[in-house]
């Protein structure tokens, strides 16, 4: 005899519970995964508790990134499945992603009181501890998570990344070559190679991984302005600025809105000496960041070698005054 | 970790702990972002463009401790000891440096006190907590009186110059036409002005002249730091400038974790630091008119000086900048913008920071000012301007069009790249090979022992001073510092005063070492080229001291340009004679006074490598050649 259970006022059977999880694992795989969080929903509802339906849900959720939405179904699973430590990894995982990060650590030691975390769940609390700004700690977890799994490239990267914040070269470079023998066509680990061994002074090194990574983003319908505007930036610290013009001027393209990458070309042209244009780029930053006093700072000194003093004047008080608004107390 | 709360939660299975930290915002993932001289560091205590290259020598040490060579030219050699210098040793807080106002340091005078003809030195210390609550006896400033004879003797005690407070800045400056040198000194506290007596003694008579800036609470005091005397309104009469950092409350000393300092400015590439200055209560300037009588007004505010903001200043100097024959005022300000502060000859100043390009550097950034140096390194009669900064940034070299329009040209004159991983404090212009161009020298000393922690930084807490040859083109080149020579000598520098100790027409140089012995270079630089110093004596409008004239000296195609100043550098204040190198040429051509109260006076100079003495008109009073001397024994 089947049983009936209540969903939404409307009675269900047993079966039909069972085949809107089953659709609802399809869905998921399919990548379907707003429909498979309504099926996985009308399946927990039908049966609560029963099935890790509520788990899959917030997955599906989390995977369109309805961060909040993911986050109650997860909690309520974790209420009705005190003993899943996937559910309270999954919930660590969403609570990162809400920015959250002190409460995901939370979650992540509640699930760790259960099960040993994975690889990637040990990468997402190494990352809390970056949103914590405790860079020492997140190292340790990453480490870790490379140590679980070393052929876990996010982990690697992330890693070389932190040993970057930390200003420990030579580890972040070792770690990020590990990331890069994992996935030699990783742009982030490119660029990232290359702004380490800037900073270890191997501007050769530097120079050619920079290089690279240009050839990676021409290549990269999706890439953002990033690779272009960090090489341009070596180039121009290296006296190069018309190297750096195309570069900034592809950077400009990606990315209209960039003040910083207006005011770099700015800094550029003005450095080719073409004053006008110079003008105008860093007109484009200070309309996009009015409120930045170095580019109307910026802007104001390139009038005053132009020879424009009233614009000058003009450009150079509004730096004064968005520099002037803060008294020693508010230097931050 | 990060000194925050955190807190152990369990310890789990697989030997997996997590640990919540429960008070910090969320900051940015890491991501793939440029950190460059050009971009920004805003999350810490210090201003600078964030991390840079780590440089190390062949050894792998820092650069800013190794880097030296075997041989090379022998320019300065660090004689301190043999002098007798090293028996007294600077004293400021503890080792650890836990607050601010224990990692500044002091500065150093270059003054002849007792008119013997000798520059003799005057060394300002710190003090400890324990000292400043009486636990323990305070230590003293030095006074070393030059013997004349390559040593030097500590009269302070006698000269009653001890100061025993917690000392900063030291100005020199003949502020009652005397003839006789009178000491500014500025303290974590009250300051003195200590009158010299013209018996080898001073008496500190700051409260009765109105300068000593006494805050009427023992616990909250003004942090004063550089000093200067300039006769801003032409009175004949030197006016005094003092730079006021921090307010410091000795109840609630800004340490990390307490409510006087957030976080984020107790950090330095993402390591646990002393806070500040960002984010500390500042202090105003002051500007203290002399009125003839032997005290002072305080115009701060009338003039157009007060430092509304209270930003943090550190080296100031009154120096005529824009050529119109008026001492200008410059304040380098750390960690924001700077001041210079157009003399309008009315008693008030017009701000023209901004306008002049001196308050950012290049890229509109405010930066960790600390020393000031100011010369014509060009020859062109245009004073430019030096301004040392901190590690992760490059010190400042301020180009004048000679109506006061300063372009950043740091990086075109050489001066930018070498100077990024030290933390600059002392500098000036010194033609230290007597070629006729302006050399300069910066003495350098990190704020941060933690540095010595994280030797991949390619920085050190001790740190070698930085010699510029000056090329004659507009470009400098780095001096090696050659193992055993004074320019391998590592200290954590701070105040740094230049002047011809033994007068012999070579610039030496004395360093302030915070918790240390001085450093004295003595110039042994092997050149015989040719000089003339010249000691100035102002009358009517001109201070007695002449402080605020200009002198031009022409050599065939080249003409020089030298100021009287008093006070810059970082807290220090240096020989106020003029010095010019002549190369190989032994004839002057000419010499033009600008005598800081009008009159110009043309000179003729009869001969070479000697210190004359010329007097606003009357000329060459006096000449002294001690080379001759030892030739003629």
């Not at chain 1, 309520?76 to 899943?84: D, F, I, L, W």
């Not at chain 2, 709360?5 to 900051?27: E, H, K, P, T, Y």
């Not at chain 2, 140089?509 to 918790?515: A, K, S």
Request: proline share 4%; charged share 20%.
């Amino acid at each position: 005899m089947a049983v009936l259970v209540s969903c939404a006022g409307i009675t269900v059977s047993q079966a039909q519970i069972a085949t809107l999880y089953e659709q609802g694992k399809a869905a998921f795989n399919s990548g379907d995964f707003s429909k498979a969080a309504e099926l996985f929903a009308e399946a927990e509802a039908g049966a609560p508790g029963k099935s890790d339906a509520l788990l899959l849900e917030g997955k599906a959720l989390a995977n369109v990134g309805h961060f909040p939405d993911a986050d109650a179904a997860l909690r309520a699973y974790t209420v009705r499945h005190p003993e899943s430590a996937d559910g309270f990894f999954m919930l660590g995982f969403v609570l990162h992603r809400e920015g959250k990060p002190a409460d995901s650590l939370r979650v992540y030691t509640q699930g760790a009181a259960l099960s040993t975390p994975t690889a990637e769940d040990l990468r997402i609390v190494g990352l809390d501890y970056v949103l914590l700004n405790d860079f020492p700690d997140a190292i340790v977890w990453l480490k870790k998570a490379t140590e679980f799994d070393p052929k876990n490239e996010r982990a690697w990267y992330s890693l070389g990344r932190c040993y970057y914040s930390q200003s420990r070269f030579e580890e972040a470079g070792n770690a990020l070559a590990r990331a890069l023998e994992l996935n030699p066509k990783d742009l982030r680990v490119v660029t990232n190679l290359a702004l380490v061994q800037e900073m270890q002074n191997r501007n050769e090194d530097a120079d050619r991984a920079y290089r690279e990574s240009i050839v990676l983003a021409d290549a990269d319908p999706h890439t953002d302005e990033w690779p272009y505007l960090n090489y341009a930036s070596f180039l121009l610290e290296h006296d190069r600025a018309p190297e750096a013009l195309p570069l900034l001027r592809r950077a400009v393209a990606i990315a209209p809105r960039c003040a910083d990458c207006h005011a770099k070309l700015g800094k550029a042209l003005a450095e080719t000496n073409d004053g006008l244009g110079a003008v105008a780029e860093l007109s484009q930053a200070v309309a996009l960041s009015p409120e930045d006093p170095k580019l109307h700072y910026a802007l104001g000194h390139v009038y005053r070698a132009l020879g424009m003093q009233d614009k000058a004047k003009a450009e150079l008080a509004l730096s004064a005054k968005l520099y002037g608004t803060r008294d020693s107390v508010n230097t931050q | 970790m990060s000194p925050v709360a955190c807190r152990l939660l369990v310890r789990a299975a697989g030997s997996v702990v997590f640990a919540a930290c429960l008070s910090l915002a969320a900051q940015t993932a890491p991501d793939a972002q440029r950190r460059g001289i050009s971009s920004e560091s805003g999350q810490q205590g210090m201003a600078s463009a964030g991390p840079q290259k780590a440089e190390f020598d062949s050894r792998h040490r820092p650069i800013t401790a190794g880097g030296t060579v075997k041989t090379g030219p022998v320019v300065f050699m660090n004689v301190a000891e043999q002098a007798g210098l090293t028996r007294w040793r600077n004293v400021t807080g503890g080792p650890e440096k836990h607050i601010i106002v224990e990692a500044k340091g002091s500065g150093v005078a270059l003054l002849d006190y007792d008119n013997d003809g000798w520059l003799d030195i005057y060394l300002v210390n710190g003090s400890t907590f324990d000292a400043q609550t009486g636990k323990t006896t305070p230590p003293h400033a030095a006074l070393f009186h030059n013997n004349h004879d390559g040593t030097f003797t500590d009269v302070a005690a006698k000269a009653g110059v001890t100061n025993d407070r917690w000392g900063l800045g030291v100005a020199v400056g003949d502020y009652d036409n005397d003839g006789w040198p009178d000491l500014y000194v500025t303290n974590l506290g009250t300051n003195r002005l200590y009158h010299n007596n013209h018996d080898g003694t001073f008496t500190d008579v700051a409260a009765k002249a109105g300068v000593g800036l006494d805050s009427g609470d023992p616990n909250v005091v003004g942090d004063h730091t550089g000093a200067t005397f300039g006769d801003y309104d032409g009175d004949g009469r030197l006016d005094l400038f003092v730079a006021g950092y921090i307010r410091f409350d000795f109840a609630h000393p800004p340490v990390a974790g307490s409510k006087e300092a957030s976080h984020e400015q107790c950090q330095y590439r993402g390591v646990d630091v002393m806070c500040g200055p960002r984010g500390l209560q500042g202090d105003h300037d002051h500007l203290f008119h002399n009125n003839g009588d032997g005290t002072f007004t305080d115009v701060s505010e009338k003039a157009g000086v007060s430092d509304k903001q209270k930003l943090y200043g550190l080296g100031v100097l009154f120096v005529d900048v824009n050529n119109d024959g008026r001492p200008d005022l410059l304040v380098a300000n750390d960690s924001t913008p700077n001041y210079f502060y157009i003399n309008k000859g009315d008693g008030t100043f017009d701000d023209q920071s901004y306008l002049s390009g001196f308050a950012l550097n290049g890229d509109g950034r405010e930066v960790s000012n600390m020393g000031l140096a100011a010369g014509d390194y060009e020859n062109n009669g245009h004073l430019d301007l030096v301004s040392t900064d901190f590690s992760d940034d490059y010190d400042l070299v301020f180009l004048n069009d000679g109506q006061g329009n300063l372009t950043d040209v740091s990086y075109r004159s050489g001066i930018a790249s070498p100077t990024v991983p030290f933390v600059g404090f002392g500098d000036g212009f010194l033609d230290y090979d007597n070629d006729g161009w302006k050399d300069l020298l910066i003495v350098n000393g990190h704020v941060y022992p933690q540095v010595d922690q994280h030797p991949d930084w390619g920085m050190s807490y001790a740190q070698r001073p930085l010699l510029f040859h000056n090329l004659g083109n507009g470009k400098f080149e780095l001096v090696p510092a050659v193992e055993g020579t004074g320019l391998a000598a590592v200290g954590v520098g701070r105040g740094g005063a230049f002047g011809d100790l033994f007068n012999d027409g070579k610039i030496d140089v004395v360093i302030n070492n915070l918790d240390g012995p001085p450093t004295l270079l003595r110039n042994v630089n092997p050149d015989h080229h040719h000089w003339v110093e010249l000691k100035l004596i102002g009358h009517g409008k001109t201070p007695r001291d002449a402080v605020g004239t200009t002198v031009y000296l022409t050599t065939g195609a080249m003409r020089q340009r030298e100021d009287v100043l008093s006070g810059g550098s970082y807290l220090s204040s240096s020989d106020m004679r003029v010095h010019f190198g002549l190369g190989d040429t032994d004839k002057v051509d000419g010499v033009e006074v600008h005598w800081a109260g009008g009159p110009v006076e043309k000179v003729e100079l009869p001969g070479v490598d000697r210190i004359y003495t010329v007097e606003e008109g009357k000329g060459i009073t006096g000449s002294l050649c001690s080379q001759c001397v030892k030739r003629r024994k």
